[in-house]
């Protein structure tokens, strides 16, 4: 017969560690439950069970982690609340000091490789894939949402000073790269100028377009945030755009029009092309609206998000084809993009219609 | 379950001070193994009653080295105990009369 290696102070050390992890029950809860696994180890060991189906049977009667947290979470609210404020300041520090980390980890790539390459294919390529990546990783994250959410829960309801400590990390790590003197950025304008290169040094239209795509995926991303707070399904496109609000659809719409005029950076020189391309933004959006209300009100829909759009460019734009000397631009702009409206919707229909088909 | 433990706990604890195994024990003795409750639950009960001032609970180290927490009855438990304990009366009585009364049928309608 082997001897046995069971470990009683081990395993009960374990067993109430596995309880206190769920975050409900404080030091004395967990030592006064361990009290108890003992005597009741002791207590059917007197009875001929060997230590290991004692300690067994003691836990199976003091209850399993799930019935016991429920039970202590209603006598130990001061629990709840300090994870509460756990939240709020890792939620400060991760809000504050993330995307200033970003902005500073991007601004030093744009300096390394305008000093490396210039204007140049080869540093328009590197900046205009990083601009696309950043832009896939910031909806991949959005997407991972509910993922994300889990994480950050199960890290603040087991190790919750670690991850309040963890999450000033970010915070800091500017403040020690600008006391690095080959890395130091003395001032706010300096790191607006190093910001700035995609836009006014690297001379690609390409960067500057990629540029834009990400800014505005980043406020995208935060206002899909702030939308998707009372939904509870994993975020897809169905999520915002079936039956939106009107609240979503006026800030989307604003988002829509930014998008649409960066895509004048592009420097089309066709005014129909520019126009066309401007216009498939509005095919887009229209598109997806339609096709997730297809039995709503989509006319309604319509008119909120591009309300924004249509005034911008008529008003902006007159004043510029003013300015140009008496060109008609914005004809253009606002024709193509009232009838990439109109189509959107008819192809969202058609597709709905389809989709429906095949469903059934 | 959890909070009808709170009356038989203050029973136990009116003849002595006990900690939370040994409540345990005694309450599975008296119910003849009838108590089904999981054991740990018993403990945010005694962290209830102690923080409505029911109860008092203390450290202490017993002979054999390991550390248990022993609670005793005061006197604002004592009332609470003498209060619970009538009312329980009242409703075992009230229980019993509505219960002997004899089944109606639809013959006495």
Redesign the interface.
């Known amino acids: 017969m082997e001897p046995s290696t069971f470990n009683l102070k081990q395993s009960v050390n374990s067993y109430i560690d596995s309880i206190k992890n769920q975050g409900s029950i404080t030091n004395s809860d967990a030592a006064e439950l361990s009290a108890h696994l003992y005597d009741a180890t002791d207590s059917f060991i007197s009875l001929g069970l060997s230590q290991e189906e004692a300690f067994v049977i003691a836990c199976k009667r003091l209850g399993n982690e799930e019935v016991l947290t429920k039970e202590y979470s209603k006598v130990n609210p001061s629990i709840k609340m300090n994870q509460i404020w756990a939240y709020l300041i890792m939620g400060f520090n991760l809000f504050y000091s993330l995307p200033s980390l970003l902005l500073l980890g991007i601004s030093l790539l744009y300096l390394t490789v305008y000093q490396s390459y210039n204007s140049s294919f080869t540093s328009t390529l590197i900046i205009t894939v990083f601009h696309l990546l950043l832009t896939a990783l910031i909806w991949f994250l959005i997407r991972r949402k509910l993922e994300i959410s889990k994480f950050l829960e199960r890290q603040i309801q087991n190790h919750s000073l670690r991850s309040v400590s963890l999450s000033f990390i970010p915070f800091l790590v500017p403040i020690f790269i600008k006391l690095i003197p080959p890395l130091r950025i003395n001032n706010r304008l300096e790191l607006q100028r190093a910001l700035n290169f995609p836009v006014y040094k690297f001379d690609s239209d390409f960067v500057e377009f990629s540029f834009y795509l990400a800014i505005l995926s980043m406020i995208g991303a935060a206002i899909s945030l702030v939308f998707s707070i009372n939904k509870i399904e994993k975020l897809t496109l169905k999520t915002f755009f079936e039956r939106p609000s009107t609240s979503f659809l006026i800030v989307f719409g604003i988002i829509l029009e930014l998008f649409a005029a960066s895509t004048r950076s592009l420097h089309v020189d066709i005014i129909s092309v520019s126009a066309l391309i401007f216009a498939t933004v509005y095919f887009s959006a229209s598109y997806l609206i339609s096709f997730y209300n297809s039995n709503g009100s989509i006319n309604k829909h319509l008119v909120i998000t591009s309300l924004f759009g249509v005034v911008m460019e008529t008003a902006v734009g007159i004043n510029a084809d003013i300015d140009r000397g008496n060109t008609i631009y914005t004809v253009y702009y606002v024709s193509f993009m009232l009838v990439g409206i109109v189509l959107g919707k008819v192809a969202g229909l058609m597709s709905a219609r389809q989709f429906r088909l095949q469903e059934v | 379950m959890?909070s009808s433990l709170a009356p038989l706990v203050l029973i136990i604890l009116r003849r002595q001070e006990s900690?939370?195994?040994q409540i345990?024990?005694e309450l599975r003795d008296k119910s003849g193994g009838q108590l089904t409750v999981?054991?740990?639950?018993l403990?945010?009960?005694l962290?209830?009653m102690e923080?409505k001032g029911w109860i008092e609970g203390v450290w202490k180290k017993a002979d054999s080295g390991?550390?248990?927490?022993y609670y005793k009855l005061t006197s604002k438990g004592t009332q609470e105990l003498e209060q619970q304990y009538s009312q329980l009366n009242f409703v075992n009585q009230l229980i019993n009369s509505l219960w002997n009364l004899p089944l109606s049928t639809s013959s006495n309608l």
Do not use: F, L, M, W
Not at chain 2, 38 to 41: K, N, P, R, V
Not at chain 2, 66 to 69: K, T
């Open positions: 959890a900690y939370g195994y345990i024990q999981a054991e740990g639950t403990y945010p009960v962290k209830k923080a390991r550390e248990r927490r």
